[in-house]
Every structure is written in C-alpha cells, then in structure tokens.
C-alpha cells in the first residue's frame, strides 16, 4: 500500500532535549513538508522539501531542522530551541511542489514536551 | 499574504440533515488552487477536493458537493444526508506559489463538525 508513515504515534521528551520526528513516503513524490497543528487552530507550514538535498523554511521555522538525503524520507528535528514544542505535527508530500497537486498527510504525531 | 476564513467554528446537526460548510480566501495570485481536507478524530487529514481558480463548476461527489464563486472569493463545501460518520473537522486551504520556488497551503482554522443521532 502506498502512503505515508509517521513513527511514533505519541512522543513524550523532557525540556532541554532535542528530539527527531521521522517521516516516510513511498508514492514517489518528490515535494515533502512538516506542519505543526495546535489546538482550535489550522495546519502551519514548518519546512518543506521540492527535491531531494533541497529544502526551505517555512513560516514558522525556528527551533526546527530538517534533511532530506532520501526521496522517500523527511526527518524533522525539534530542537531545544523551539520555545512552544508541544504540537501535533504533520508530515505531507505531493507529486511535485509546484501546487498543482494536492498535499497527501500522514497519520502524524503527537509531542508532548514537559 | 494570503488568508482562509473558516468563521463557523463549530456546528452541530442532526443525522440526515443538510450541512454548508463556508470558506472565504483572500489572494493576489490570478492562479491558485483550493483545497477541503477533512481530519477526523484519529488526526490525519484526508484530502477531499483540489478545484482550479478558472474552474467555478460546482461539483458533485457522492453526498459531497462544492461551489465555488471567484466574484465572492467563496469555496463552500455542502454535505446532504449528514451521517454520524461525517463527524470531523473540515479545513479549507488555498495555495500560494512561493518566491523561493514551491508552494504551500494556507489552511482556514477548521469547521468542527458533529452530526448526532
């Protein structure tokens, strides 16, 4: 079955760690992106990938890093600089990053920072 | 910048009744795209309908349909029939081609959607 994996499902860190977030996809695209969702609110766009070795910050960048070695993989890493981290965070990926295609998501996870 | 109103934050109906769903966008682009994802409470977004900016058909899917006005900036999204299964919360996004190459999705907050029996 083609799609997306999220690993894990639910992240427990203490502050002060850093803390990765793996993304995996195997429908072939070649555009991948990391949002971050809090409570009552949309979807924000955190990094995003067109290609691989190739990545840009999103609107809200800070505290986050990324690498993209991999097509099929988007790793993203949650700093101890990140001030808020405790979201539930959104890995999607499109046939290409023009916006002609839509964003397909995986099942996301859920960090909870204390 | 552009922006997505989803201004009903909650809305509650009963099984089978008729449910409109608004969006609003603001963008200068003369191209773009809309999307309506709906995230149920396992948390995923599913992706429902991508409609072009020169494309104002309505469209019709099932117990889905959407209508989109460009005079308005309007992209509604109506769910006839409601079922206890069409609970979630339903996002509408739009494009925006970005200045370093690539695009992303600027999505409303969300309509929370509950359907009761």
């Known amino acids: 079955d083609g799609g997306i994996t999220q690993s894990p499902k639910y992240l427990f860190r203490k502050e002060g760690q850093n803390v990765t977030l793996s993304c995996e996809q195997n429908?072939?695209?070649?555009?991948m992106y990391w949002y971050r969702q809090d409570p009552g609110q949309g979807l924000r766009l955190i990094y995003y990938?067109?290609?691989?070795?190739?990545?840009q910050k999103g609107d809200i960048a800070e505290g986050y890093s990324v690498s993209r070695e991999k097509k099929e993989s988007f790793p993203l890493t949650v700093t101890s600089a990140q001030k808020n981290p405790t979201a539930f965070y959104l890995c999607?990926?499109?046939?290409?990053?023009?916006?002609?295609?839509?964003?397909?998501f995986g099942p996301g996870t859920r960090l909870t920072v204390t | 910048a552009q922006k997505v109103t989803q201004a009903q934050t909650e809305i509650s109906v009963v099984e089978k009744e008729d449910v409109t769903l608004d969006c609003v966008y603001e963008t200068r682009d003369t191209t773009y795209y809309l999307f309506w994802y709906k995230q149920p409470p396992s948390g995923e977004l599913v992706f429902l309908i991508r409609r072009n900016s020169f494309d104002e058909q309505n469209e019709i899917s099932g117990r889905y349909s959407w209508n989109f006005q460009k005079s308005t900036s309007s992209f509604n999204f109506t769910i006839t029939a409601s079922q206890v299964v069409d609970s979630a919360v339903y996002f509408c996004?739009?494009?925006?081609?970005?200045?370093?190459?690539?695009?992303?999705?600027?999505f409303g907050t969300g309509t929370q959607l509950k359907v009761e029996l």
């Open positions: 999607a990926s499109s046939i290409d990053g023009t916006g002609d295609y839509e964003q397909y």
């Open positions: 990938s067109q290609i691989v070795n190739d990545f």
């Open positions: 429908l072939n695209h070649d555009a």
């Open positions: 996004a739009l494009s925006e081609t970005l200045t370093g190459g690539g695009n992303k999705l600027t």
